[in-house]
């Protein structure tokens, strides 16, 4: 089973659309969680880290579960340059950080 | 400005000829490592260095090198590359300060192709 596992997508949404990624993670040892933007080509960059109490930057909501173990992204108001692969990244006590396969978000007119 | 470059970005090359991708932050982070990127993989760290002389192998080490001998270089040495190694490579740094909390700057990326 991989450590972290995510839905690819693509996900095909409307602008104005909300859409929430969901992402799965198999260590219960996990300590630290974060989501990334990448963008085709381009080198991934950090969108938000996940805290505990959940956290909202903007239009975009992080969560955790971790009775569950999984963490979630909410995107409110899709525009069109939301569209990209978003990562989730999950660190335990090594230093070797675990990244999801990526969801592709597609936002149309 | 504050990046993490890495050389060549593009790359064709033969099976078995040496090669070298530098990667170089102007960040003084003390953590460094190295990625592979390949479709439906998604991004697998090859080498990671928690500071100058320490280097230690990450999810996918074989058939690659790596050197840290001075705090911002951190280049990757494929001694014999084979066809296999194809990928689009990245290279990032972060702080060690808190590792765990603090986010990695990606160069923007080598793309490979070894024939």
């Known amino acids: 089973r991989k450590e972290v596992e995510q839905d690819p997508g693509p996900f095909n949404v409307p602008e104005g659309a909300t859409v929430a990624f969901n992402c799965t993670y198999s260590n219960s040892a996990s300590q630290s969680f974060f989501w990334y933007r990448q963008d085709c080509r381009k080198e991934p960059k950090l969108l938000m880290s996940?805290?505990?109490s959940g956290n909202e930057d903007g239009r975009f909501t992080a969560q955790l579960n971790r009775a569950s173990q999984y963490i979630s992204l909410l995107i409110r108001d899709s525009k069109l340059s939301d569209s990209a692969t978003y990562l989730c990244v999950v660190m335990g006590g090594s230093y070797i950080p675990t990244f999801g396969r990526g969801t592709s978000l597609i936002v149309h007119p | 400005e504050a990046q993490v470059t890495q050389n060549p970005r593009y790359l064709i090359t033969v099976t078995g000829k040496k090669l070298t991708v530098t990667c170089s932050q102007n960040m003084n982070h003390e953590y460094m490592s190295w990625y592979r990127q390949d479709p439906g993989l998604g991004l697998r760290q090859i080498y990671y260095s928690m500071n100058v002389e320490v280097t230690d192998k990450g999810d996918v080490p074989e058939g690659y090198k790596v050197s840290r001998k001075e705090k911002r270089n951190f280049p990757l040495i494929l001694e014999s590359p084979s066809p296999n190694q194809t990928s689009l490579y990245f290279c990032a740094s972060s702080s060690r300060d808190s590792i765990s909390y603090n986010e990695q700057f990606f160069g923007p990326g080598t793309r490979l192709t070894v024939l």
């Open positions: 996940v805290y505990s």
